[in-house]
């Protein structure tokens, strides 16, 4: 009886790929669900990009089928989010079935000696099931050299969600760098490997409103992390595009944007000497 059941199964899978595709699959194991209209408040989102553009209920980004990873994402991170029990990770990685021209598969990334590296960390969204499952989607990872992604990505990562906490919100834009020719390919779907990576970070609360970027090459690195810090502005040079063009009054945009002060970004070096001493040897 179990074979015969095992049997019957397959044979229905079979005829509902020749029938309905991965998208009667879909809906068979449904993903989660992504809206195509822009919700109302996603006003921080970057312009000028090339991909398109998806909207998951808490974060967007726009997906690049040249590239085969996302241009972008764009989220905000907040303290009460962060400040939420965190769920258990799961390491689902899969195909993002809503990409309308497919995403990367799990399979690409198998044997190639890069990490699937997460553009919306896992822990950012921990504060939910539905939440988290959505960071292990290929839409938003990308191909990263093992001691950047557990080295100096990691430790921004983490000071970003204690800034987050500190400053209590954040409006987070990261992506690879697809301007310059990529180090190679990977996979059946040709999966970029950048040759860096970025992070913005715009706080607008007063009093204090700041912004900063990161522009960190895709190797490992024992540089403190304030070598890699840069204007907003400056970043929107390298990348072309304009990340914050809806969020602010042009006139606070741009002194945001053309400012730059590491001093209002403290970094620890706790966390910098176990980065250099045990998470790049790892």
């Not at 006003?43 to 040249?66: C, M, Q, R, V, W």
């Not at 990161?214 to 403190?224: G, M, R, Y």
Request: aromatic fraction near 12%; glycine fraction near 6%; charged fraction near 25%.
């Amino acid at each position: 009886m179990g074979m015969t059941l095992v049997i019957l199964c397959v044979v229905i899978l079979g005829v509902l790929r020749r029938v309905g595709g991965p998208e009667f699959l879909g809906a068979l194991f449904p993903q989660p669900t992504i809206n195509i209209k822009v919700p109302e408040d996603r006003f921080y989102l970057p312009a000028n990009g090339t991909g398109t553009i998806y909207h998951l209920d808490y974060y967007s980004f726009s997906y690049s089928e040249k590239f085969e990873q996302a241009e972008w994402v764009a989220y905000i991170l907040e303290r009460t989010q962060l400040d939420m029990p965190n769920v258990k990770r799961t390491d689902n990685f899969r195909a993002d079935l809503d990409i309308s021209t497919r995403s990367a598969d799990p399979n690409d990334y198998r044997g190639s000696g890069y990490d699937r590296g997460h553009l919306v960390p896992a822990a950012d969204m921990a504060f939910g099931v539905e939440a988290m499952s959505t960071t292990f989607l290929m839409s938003n990872i990308s191909p990263q050299v093992h001691t950047f992604n557990g080295g100096i990505w990691r430790e921004l990562e983490e000071l970003t969600r204690g800034w987050a906490k500190y400053f209590k919100r954040l409006y987070v834009v990261s992506g690879p760098i697809l301007t310059e020719a990529p180090i190679e390919y990977i996979g059946r779907n040709k999966v970029a490997v950048p040759s860096a990576f970025f992070k913005v970070l715009l706080d607008i609360d007063e009093p204090e409103q700041k912004g900063i970027a990161f522009l960190i090459p895709n190797a490992k690195s024992d540089a403190p992390l304030q070598d890699y810090m840069l204007s907003i502005d400056s970043l929107e040079s390298i990348t072309g595009f304009d990340f914050y063009p809806d969020l602010l009054e042009d006139q606070v945009e741009e002194k945001l944007e053309s400012e730059f002060n590491p001093d209002l970004w403290k970094t620890n070096d706790k966390k910098y000497h176990l980065r250099v001493e045990k998470w790049n040897n790892q």
